[in-house]
T-cell receptor
Framework: TQLLEQSPQFLSIQEGENLTVYCNSS?????LQWYRQEPGEGPVLLVT?????EVKKLKRLTFQFGDARKDSSLHITAAQPGDTGLYLC????????????FGKGTHLIIQP | EAGVAQSPRYKIIEKRQSVAFWCNPI?????LYWYQQILGQGPKLLIQ????????DSQLPKDRFSAERLKGVDSTLKIQPAKLEDSAVYLC??????????????FGPGTRLTVT
């Protein structure tokens, strides 16, 4: 069974600070995705990383896929209250049965 | 482009009753997924359809859960009979396989089920 461990589980910081969220597994994934979920809504895809060592940037968010494709990180620079939400990493095993394996998520609160 | 539609948004039932959820995926998306998200956890895959065929239902509790996608578009997920531990948000997602080989899924708003 593939498992994804996310850390920290909860994080509350002040506006303007930087933060990093981690997603680790003992399994190799063909791709890894990051989602953001707000209360009462479904997860919204932020980014997909496919290649080991890949780095993608989305405005103030920087996503990195580990060289061995077992781990990933999300770094937010100068966090804003609008970044508040549940951040989920999800791995896909590849092949036809490619339902995602999700971590438990990181609850992020950015205080003004 | 319209997103994934789900109904109802909320449902409250008593244990041992039956309930059904409906999902309409993004137009043209051949792959459809149902996930269960228990409070405080990430979504857990229940079943994956490719068109009207089941690709993966290994985590579906088949003694009480069933799902179908008869015409390869809409899908329904049923629970009969419901247990207290089935209280969760049921998320539907759809995917259009891209040439990059990645699997990007688009989620609906979910149905929040409360079993009392």
């Amino acid at each position: 069974t593939q498992l994804l461990e996310q850390s920290p589980q909860f994080l509350s910081i002040q506006e303007g600070e930087n933060l990093t969220v981690y997603c680790n597994s003992s399994s190799v994934f063909s791709s890894l995705q990051w989602y953001r979920q707000e209360p009462g809504e479904g997860p919204v895809l932020l980014v997909t990383v496919v290649t080991g060592g890949e780095v993608k940037k989305l405005k103030r968010l920087t996503f990195q896929f580990g060289d061995a494709r077992k781990d990933s990180s999300l770094h937010i620079t100068a966090a804003q209250p609008g970044d508040t939400g549940l951040y989920l990493c999800a791995g896909a095993g590849g092949g036809g049965a490619d339902g995602l394996t999700f971590g438990k998520g990181t609850h992020l609160i950015i205080q003004p | 482009e319209a997103g994934v539609a789900q109904s109802p948004r909320y449902k409250i039932i008593e244990k041992r009753q039956s309930v059904a959820f409906w999902c309409n995926p993004i137009s043209g998306h051949a792959t459809l997924y149902w996930y269960q998200q228990i409070l405080g956890q990430g979504p857990k895959l229940l079943i994956q359809f490719q068109n009207n065929g089941v690709v993966d239902d290994s985590q579906l509790p088949k003694d009480r859960f069933s799902a179908e996608r008869l015409k390869g578009v809409d899908s329904t997920l049923k629970i009969q009979p419901a247990k207290l531990e089935d209280s969760a948000v049921y998320l539907c997602a759809s995917s259009l396989r891209g040439t990059s080989g990645s699997n990007e899924q688009y989620f609906g708003p979910g149905t929040r089920l409360t079993v009392t």
